[in-house]
């Protein structure tokens, strides 16, 4: 029986040597199919597909023996040429196709048989794009097969055009190779590293990668990381085919910093960086061995800004509070996902709460339950990073409060970070009751209630609203980036535990 199985494996074996191309077919009509990333989130989906108001990639990981990409859109934009989609496939660009006011047209892109990733880079100019579905003609699914993003997807085949034997610094540094040409596809090798890009520069001091365009980095051996000296555009943002991507951005200036883009734990012989904006490399380290050391903005060393628990008492315990007031105020509109932060007060301490949720007139929260959670999901109440000697981050609960007559105010002295519990909201005669329990970083259980009235900082306590934003938003701020709740300070970004990004 055994002899009967291994003869028709090698049988199967066969016949998958020999199959013939297949056409993968994958529909956006309702969501961005799995094996797909987009840099940009669609405006919608509907009968014409996803919709796309912005700039942006799609990606496919990494296909064997691509030989033809059929796309099925629509546009609304009168001007021909104004939108346009441009496909590349490993890194070479199939040409870019203009298109004008219609509805579900097919444009069909093909070019030498390549292995690889699939990039269809979206340029929009006004009014909409939308993609129906994409219709790739290839030999299987490669290695990548269209896995999460971090999982080391990637080229895994090393380039013919690099040398199989060279050996490797540590790290191996690329820089430009001094050309003068803007706005082009480009390749060229430096020390046996192939740089691809789909459109970008190549100038005496940098080489760049435009705005909605991707730059792929190969060796021939598995690559662990890359750090990039460089520059990015204001409101920069990126994504990476392997491993985790880390990178400065400000929304409002452009940076330069040694490293302003950093991509660990890649472990593929390629990695591409889609840019929904632009991004210029002065030096690009290629590590193989190990991680680059620490991240963007420097990392690793704990320093004014970084959090820890250590203002929270070890000793487990049981508080109680009955809290005499309840503040709250909507930063919905301000972060662009909803947020409210909620301040309950007492002589005793002070509970405060971020929860992910748009505020409920006369009640501060909709009626229901609330859990503490570190995910950052709607409806969740934000689970404590910590905090340092200058501020502690929501939520949490204060108390043992000393005055200080040198600088005559009130400290708090104690600090205790919850990581889990449940807020109850119902309504009451009097205005709202909330019902507490939750459980610290070091494990004190913190009981609250509070039945009265929810204040309204935007709208029942005009000055304030303005004191709080004086207070809060200048020193911490929460966005959402890349798909997770982020805290800013200054130029600074960490996630929600508190950890440099």
């Not at 009451?428 to 309204?456: C, E, L, W």
Request: net charge negative; proline share 4%.
């Amino acid at each position: 029986m055994k002899q009967t199985l291994l003869s028709l494996l090698f049988l199967l074996g066969v016949s998958i040597g020999f199959a013939q191309a297949e056409e993968i077919s994958y529909d956006f009509s309702s969501s961005i199919p799995n094996a797909w990333t987009s840099s940009v989130v669609p405006n919608s989906f509907e009968g014409r597909g996803a919709q796309f108001t912005a700039s942006g990639t799609l990606t496919l990981k990494g296909l064997q023996d691509i030989s033809k990409v059929v796309i099925l859109c629509s546009c609304n934009n009168s001007t021909e040429g104004g939108n346009s989609i441009e496909v590349s496939v490993a890194g070479k660009s199939w040409g870019t196709e203009g298109l004008k006011k219609e509805t579900d047209v097919q444009k069909t892109f093909t070019g030498t048989s390549a292995s690889g990733d699939v990039v269809l880079s979206l340029t929009r100019s006004s009014k909409s794009i939308y993609i129906k579905t994409v219709t790739v003609t290839c030999g299987g699914e490669g290695q990548g097969g269209g896995g999460e993003e971090g999982e080391g997807g990637g080229e895994d085949t090393p380039s013919t055009d690099l040398d199989p034997n060279y050996t490797y610094a540590e790290p191996t540094v690329v820089s430009t190779p001094g050309a003068e040409n803007n706005n082009i596809p480009y390749e060229f090798v430096k020390n046996n590293i192939k740089v691809s890009c789909t459109t970008g520069a190549l100038t005496d001091t940098y080489f760049g990668c435009n705005a909605g365009s991707s730059i792929t980095f190969t060796a021939t051996k598995p690559i662990k990381g890359i750090s990039i000296d460089g520059y990015v555009k204001k409101g920069f943002d990126a994504t990476a085919s392997a491993g985790n991507i880390t990178f400065e951005s400000d929304p409002d200036t452009e940076v330069e910093a040694n490293p302003v883009v950093v991509v660990t734990d890649i472990n593929a012989t390629s990695v591409t960086i889609n840019c929904v904006k632009q991004l210029r490399c002065y030096n690009v380290s290629i590590y193989f061995d190990a991680n680059p050391e620490g991240g963007t903005g420097g990392g690793g060393e704990e320093e004014e800004g970084d959090y820890t628990f250590d203002w929270e008492p070890t000793e487990a315990t049981v508080i109680n509070d009955a809290m005499a007031e309840l503040y709250y105020i909507d930063y919905s509109d301000y972060f662009g996902f909803p947020y409210t932060s909620l301040y309950l007060g007492s002589e005793k301490g002070e509970l405060y709460l971020d929860v992910f949720a748009r505020s409920a007139k006369g009640t501060a929260l909709q009626p229901g339950t609330y859990s503490v959670s570190a995910d950052g999901a709607d409806g969740t109440i934000m689970a404590s990073p910590g905090g340092n000697d200058e501020e502690d981050i929501p939520s949490m609960y204060i108390t043992d409060f000393e005055y200080d007559e040198e600088y005559d105010e009130t400290f708090y002295t104690s600090a205790y970070y919850l990581e889990s519990g449940t807020l109850t909201v119902a309504q009451d005669p009097s205005g709202v009751k909330m019902t507490f329990q939750g459980r610290s970083h070091f494990g004190s259980t913190i009981n609250v209630t509070y039945v009265g009235p929810a204040i309204d900082l935007n709208e029942d306590d005009p000055d304030g609203i303005q004191s709080v934003e004086k207070a809060n938003l200048p020193s911490i701020i929460k966005q959402f980036s890349k798909g997770q709740i982020v805290l800013k300070k200054g130029s600074r970004t960490y996630d929600l535990q508190g950890r440099r990004i």
